[in-house]
């Protein structure tokens, strides 16, 4: 007896929620972000730095802040089965670059140690448009220089990123001064003076930060705790000389280099490491602000995570909100996978020669596809058309036995019949030398060709 068995179908997977993949369309954007930062973070003297995507959760907490949002519910958090220690998926890059710092004693290079990263990152965020549990940013970390000039130099590295990419009209500067630590505490004390007594009026989450951290309540979206904030003390009445000097030329150099800003004494970011400069910049094209990046002075992490008293100041970039203000600019990243030309061939004869000939045209430059399968060559015609390529090389026996190939214009259905031994010529030319994709490692890499001392005495004997 037979019976009739369900073939259950197998589970459709989908990427879980709130992290994207990244298509080749988008690639096009990565890519031509991720070169215009190389190019701008080279010529700045920046070098490249890449930390590992988990750190000891520690780093984070003692890094970023017990306190901040990004530590108290967006942290990825593991720990391993055979020694338990808890490790956590990195939310920001400064931490990691920081530990780096100090674990290759890199305060023994000349300072400031200028890095940057383009990097994956992770926040169990809401997920939103335009925000991603897995994102990516770009960054620059100048380690080792307290001087207002990296502040203002920083802020017109990435508004240079903004303007190569087309979106700097759509985007404000921000900029505030939280002050030293001195400072800080001064102001602090004076608002815990201030809300005492008015708790009623706040928000849950504002009684637990009076106790806590009172900046913070500065920073409730809650519209009873706002129009209480707009009477408290103001920072510009605590802020120390120092501070205040500070500050003032950080604003002088950008004026000088035609920056615009925008003072604004509620900026204070959700990260507790900041001292002194912080920045961002909005995007209110939408109504909303939202941040595509932002960054201000570290001045006290380097000590914090155990090194010296150290100077700092960075900045980060968000890769995902700036392709979308990008693509909502208009803006078109450059397509650099177009094809050039398909080779269309019939019979395992042809399909040698196409191979040598897609070898020869691949290694000049050129975007070739073909010599794939058994398809007829109407089939391959169509394939050669969908890929949208200009020309087609025609190759069948008969050709081959002549030593002859086809030639054919795409669009107009136009063939020539020239000689195997030129096809390759006369595909570049029709191309244009300008549009080839040349790249020749054997340009770039060199032998190291130094004697070295084992070397030497094997040369002496
Ligand atoms: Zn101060
Ligand atoms: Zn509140």
Request: net charge neutral; hydrophobic share 35%.
């Amino acid at each position: 007896m037979s019976k009739e068995k369900k073939v259950s179908k197998p589970e459709k997977f989908q990427a879980p929620r709130g992290v994207h993949d990244i298509l080749p369309e988008e690639h096009a954007y990565f890519t031509v972000i991720k070169k215009v930062v190389r190019h701008r973070a080279r010529q700045a003297g920046f070098r490249r730095i890449s930390t590992p995507v988990f750190e000891l959760k520690n780093l984070f907490t003692r890094g970023v802040g017990e306190q901040t949002d990004i530590v108290e519910k967006e942290l990825y958090t593991f720990a391993t089965k055979k020694d338990g220690d808890e490790y956590a998926l990195r939310p920001e890059g400064t931490a990691g670059i920081v530990r780096a710092y100090i674990q290759h004693g890199m305060n023994q290079l000349p300072q400031p140690v200028e890095l940057y990263y383009i990097e994956p990152f992770f926040r169990h965020d809401r997920p939103q448009k335009g925000r991603y549990r897995q994102f990516h940013q770009f960054g620059f970390e100048v380690i080792g220089e307290p001087d207002p000039g990296i502040d203002a130099q920083i802020i017109q590295l990435a508004a240079t990123i903004h303007e190569d990419l087309g979106i700097a009209d759509k985007l404000k500067l921000q900029i505030n001064t939280i002050g030293c630590p001195k400072c800080r505490e001064k102001f602090s004390n004076q608002l815990r003076d201030y809300f005492i007594g008015k708790e009623r009026s706040l928000c849950a989450n504002c009684v637990r930060r009076l106790a806590e951290n009172p900046l913070r309540i500065l920073d409730c979206k809650n519209e009873d705790c706002r129009i209480l904030a707009e009477n408290a003390p103001k920072f510009e009445n605590v802020i120390c000389e120092d501070c205040k000097d500070h500050h003032q030329k950080v604003l002088e150099l950008l004026d000088a280099v035609d920056i615009k800003y925008t003072e604004n004494p509620q900026l204070v970011r959700g990260l507790d490491y900041y001292a002194r400069t912080v920045f961002e910049f909005w995007n209110e094209s939408d109504g909303a602000q939202n941040s595509v990046g932002g960054g201000g002075r570290y001045d006290g992490l380097v000590e914090q995570l155990g090194g010296t008293a150290t100077a700092a100041c960075g900045y980060a970039g968000g890769v995902e909100r700036i392709i979308e203000l990008m693509q909502d600019s208009r803006m078109l990243a450059p397509d650099k996978d177009q094809i050039d030309i398909f080779v269309a061939q019939l019979g395992f004869g042809a399909k040698k020669v196409a191979l040598q000939i897609l070898t020869e045209l691949r290694g000049r430059g050129v975007h070739a596809l073909g010599a794939l399968g058994k398809a007829s060559m109407k089939d391959q015609l169509g394939k050669a058309d969908k890929f949208g390529v200009k020309y087609a090389l025609i190759l069948g026996e008969v050709e081959v036995r002549e030593g002859k190939i086809i030639l054919r214009d795409m669009a107009s259905g136009v063939q020539e019949v020239i000689p195997i031994g030129k096809a390759v010529e006369k595909v570049i030319k029709k191309i244009g030398e300008k549009n080839l994709d040349r790249y020749d490692p054997s340009g770039e890499l060199k032998k190291d060709t130094t004697v070295r001392p084992e070397e030497e005495l094997l040369i002496r004997d």
